[in-house]
């Protein structure tokens, strides 16, 4: 049950996001794309993130954490670019700011929804 709310609640939170910044764009059947892509990013949260997180260790405490927000927005393009090109969901990212500014919407919306939902 917690992994289905989970899913919804990272769904609602990249609606936000592609709703929010101009540089996210969605084609086709919205609902379905949003839960398809919640499940990527979630698959790469789980294998990739920790990696990139071991891998700029000192960078995050050299810059007192602030680094994640870089490698959040470096995860969501990375989801982004395998949801488009592997799987032929229509989730397309422009730029990297563009994933950056919806990967901290997409962190804000996950913590308002989860901190509801408890």
Known sequence: MKLLVR???TSLALFAAA???PGIVVDGDGWVIYAAMAVILGLVNAI???LLKL????LIILTLGLFVLIINGLTLWLSSAIAVNWFNVGFYIDD?????WGALIVSIVSVVLSALVK
Do not use: D, E, H
């Open 7 to 9: 899913w919804v609640i």
């Open 19 to 21: 709703w929010l910044v």
């Open 48 to 50: 990739v993130r920790p």
């Open 55 to 58: 891998m700029t260790c000192p």
């Open 96 to 100: 990297f700011w563009s994933a950056f």
